[in-house]
Nanobody, 122 residues
Framework: QVQLVESGGGLVQAGGSLMLSCAAS????????MSWFRQAPGEEREFVAG????????YYRDSVKGRFTISRDNAKNTVYLQMNSLKFEDTAVYYC???????????????WGKGTLVTVSS
């Protein structure tokens, strides 16, 4: 069982930056691939970024490539999402999620956090 708690969301102007954190409980954090998803009002939850167990591989949706960076610290049981050059369309609730295989579908994640709201003002 893994419990995930996101933090770092807030209100930021377009062009600004935020760093999200996701703290995981338990000793098995390093056995999970970690991902960030987001869900805007009225929209489906979508994959944003993923990172492999050892942080050797990272993956991003096209619209955030070059602006967002996912990283993890297995000693601290934490995964991060650095978001730069934020756009109005990045406004959403951001969720971290864990699974064993680094998949990108929200229906295949094993564990979810409760989310943190990011609002980008234009």
């Amino acid at each position: 069982q893994v419990q995930l708690v996101e933090s770092g969301g807030g209100l930021v102007q377009a062009g600004g930056s935020l760093m999200l954190s996701c703290a995981a409980s338990g000793r098995t954090f390093s056995t999970y691939a970690m991902s960030w998803f987001r869900q805007a009002p009225g929209e489906e939850r979508e994959f944003v970024a993923g990172i492999s167990r050892s942080a050797g591989s990272t993956y991003y949706r096209d619209s955030v490539k070059g602006r967002f960076t996912i990283s993890r610290d297995n000693a601290k049981n934490t995964v991060y999402l650095q978001m730069n050059s934020l756009k109005f369309e990045d406004t959403a609730v951001y969720y971290c999620a864990a699974d064993f295989f680094g998949r990108r579908s929200p229906t295949l994640m094993n564990y979810w956090g409760k989310g943190t709201l990011v609002t980008v003002s234009s």
